[in-house]
């Protein structure tokens, strides 16, 4: 049977920066790795950044929908040859989500890192916030930060900003001083309080914010009067909150006369395995969405 969550969007984006060589930038987010998942997306995924020439590729988070998937050594082995192609042919990036640094049991997320695949996908060429955040080189400089998984589900299962402020505040000599004359990009699997007034002091900075895990609001694409109605707005977030903010798409922010822009990718999988199995059935109704940030434009801007 035909399913939508088989075809792949690609979001376009484009920005100039005059200082730089033409550079792109592809976004894979929220994959959700797990028993159930269906391993030919990964091969689409590769289709789709082998199609265009491609030198960076940021995973925003939730590359795993639980960690007790790598349990399971075929899984593993799969996942790891997948990730190790990346690393061959791209510059790539991972970040961790929420989902990369647990697992549920009982109704409840344990904390748990899987430090041996993470030192495996290092050891590939990969470069991991959990590890080495900042990366700099003639292009562009990236900052990787990892949240603890306190921020997700410390706040009566609400998000936590102040997590986040602190989180930046022990960082913040990191934060600052960026040449000018490379794309700056700040990678962060949750956008919810990226534009709060308070983080945006610690990332004024930067040019690019690049999240995922809002799982596009759980907005179907092709219903586009609905999306444009709704702008950046979702229908529901992964802790069930109605109608969140940064919950697709762009939005341009303007920080002490300094433009910069939150990206929030739309994510490979919308509903995750650990959601209940009546839920899942949904995912045929969604796409799988990548974004393409192509460095050659006046402004930074959606193209269709």
């Given at each position: 049977?035909?399913?939508?969550?088989?075809?792949?969007?690609?979001?376009?984006?484009?920005?100039?920066?005059?200082?730089?060589p033409?550079?792109?930038?592809?976004?894979?987010?929220?994959?959700?790795?797990?028993?159930?998942?269906?391993?030919?997306?990964?091969?689409?995924?590769?289709?789709v950044?082998?199609?265009?020439?491609?030198?960076?590729?940021?995973?925003?988070?939730?590359?795993?929908?639980?960690?007790?998937?790598?349990n399971?050594?075929?899984?593993?082995?799969?996942?790891?040859?997948?990730?190790?192609?990346?690393?061959?042919?791209?510059q790539?990036?991972?970040?961790l989500?929420?989902h990369?640094?647990?697992?549920?049991?009982?109704?409840?997320?344990?904390?748990?890192?899987?430090?041996?695949?993470?030192?495996?996908?290092?050891d590939?060429?990969?470069n991991?916030?959990y590890?080495?955040?900042?990366?700099?080189?003639?292009?562009?400089?990236?900052?990787?930060?990892?949240?603890?998984l306190?921020?997700?589900?410390?706040?009566?299962?609400?998000?936590?900003?102040?997590?986040l402020?602190?989180?930046?505040?022990?960082?913040?000599?990191?934060?600052?001083?960026?040449?000018?004359k490379?794309?700056?990009?700040?990678?962060?699997?949750?956008?919810?309080?990226?534009?709060?007034e308070?983080?945006?002091?610690?990332?004024?900075?930067?040019?690019?914010l690049?999240?995922?895990?809002?799982?596009?609001g759980?907005?179907?694409p092709?219903?586009?009067?609905?999306?444009?109605?709704?702008?950046?707005?979702?229908?529901?977030?992964?802790?069930?909150?109605?109608?969140?903010?940064?919950?697709?798409g762009?939005?341009?922010?303007n920080?002490?006369?300094?433009?910069?822009?939150?990206?929030?990718?739309?994510?490979?999988?919308?509903?995750?395995?650990?959601?209940?199995?009546?839920?899942?059935?949904?995912?045929?109704?969604f796409?799988?969405?990548?974004?393409?940030?192509?460095?050659?434009?006046?402004?930074?801007?959606?193209?269709?």
């Amino acid at each position: 049977m035909f399913s939508l969550d088989k075809k792949m969007i690609l979001e376009k984006y484009k920005f100039i920066k005059e200082s730089l060589p033409q550079v792109d930038v592809k976004v894979v987010s929220d994959i959700h790795y797990s028993p159930s998942f269906d391993y030919s997306k990964l091969s689409t995924i590769l289709d789709v950044l082998n199609a265009t020439p491609t030198n960076y590729v940021c995973i925003p988070g939730d590359l795993l929908d639980s960690t007790d998937v790598l349990n399971n050594y075929e899984l593993r082995i799969k996942l790891l040859d997948w990730l190790n192609y990346l690393a061959n042919q791209y510059q790539t990036f991972l970040t961790l989500g929420s989902h990369d640094i647990a697992y549920r049991q009982d109704n409840k997320w344990n904390l748990d890192y899987p430090v041996s695949f993470l030192e495996d996908v290092k050891d590939m060429g990969i470069n991991l916030g959990y590890f080495t955040p900042y990366y700099e080189d003639d292009n562009l400089i990236v900052y990787q930060l990892d949240l603890p998984l306190s921020y997700y589900y410390s706040n009566n299962g609400d998000e936590n900003v102040n997590i986040l402020i602190s989180t930046l505040e022990n960082i913040k000599e990191d934060l600052v001083n960026l040449n000018n004359k490379k794309l700056k990009i700040f990678i962060c699997h949750s956008p919810l309080f990226l534009t709060n007034e308070k983080v945006l002091e610690y990332l004024q900075e930067f040019d690019l914010l690049i999240s995922g895990h809002m799982h596009n609001g759980m907005l179907c694409p092709f219903i586009p009067s609905l999306n444009h109605i709704l702008g950046n707005y979702g229908l529901i977030s992964p802790n069930k909150k109605l109608f969140p903010d940064n919950a697709k798409g762009i939005k341009e922010i303007n920080v002490n006369n300094h433009n910069l822009y939150l990206i929030v990718s739309g994510g490979i999988t919308k509903i995750q395995d650990c959601a209940p199995k009546i839920l899942r059935w949904g995912n045929g109704a969604f796409a799988m969405q990548m974004d393409d940030i192509l460095v050659n434009g006046p402004t930074l801007k959606r193209s269709r």
